[in-house]
């Protein structure tokens, strides 16, 4: 792997932090939802089944997703200002914002070439400088 390549999985590890923070909100969502449905059937004066599951099970995953979706967060906050400092030293204004907007914003190649008023090979030229100038912290 090339130095430039391990940069580049460095700038995205915060995409996927970002990503998996979300995946864990979504679970989160899914388990509340499936525990108002289960203190509904629990509410009713219908028969229950042998395989009825106590609320607190839920409580219990709820409380173990929320708590992943926390260290999630302080994990993607970091990455964040890590990346965001970084970038903040480099020296060129427009290699760091083509790392900002690439790698913090998440837009894609269309969208910066738009908003820096430069074409697909130039930015992708200047997204190489950028990236052998960017420093990992």
């Keep these: 792997m090339t130095e430039n390549e391990q940069k580049k999985e460095y700038l995205n590890s915060y995409k996927n932090l970002c990503r998996k923070l979300k995946s ?22 219908m028969p229950h089944g042998s395989k009825q599951k106590d609320l607190s099970d839920y409580m219990v995953k ?11 967060r302080a994990d993607c906050i970091q990455r964040k200002i890590d990346i ?22 998440f837009k894609t190649w269309e969208q910066i070439c738009v908003e820096i008023d430069y074409c697909w090979k130039q930015t992708h030229r200047l997204h190489s400088s950028a990236l052998s100038n960017f420093n990992m912290t």
Excluded: N, W
Excluded at 84 to 105: N, P, Q, V
């Design 24 to 45: 864990l909100e979504e679970q989160l969502q899914s388990l509340r939802e499936v525990e108002q449905s289960a203190k509904i059937q629990t509410l009713s004066d």
């Design 62 to 72: 709820i409380d173990v997703v929320f708590t992943k979706i926390i260290r999630a």
């Design 84 to 105: 965001e400092t970084s970038i903040a030293d480099m020296l060129d204004g427009i290699e760091s914002g083509i790392l900002h907007k690439r790698y913090i914003e």
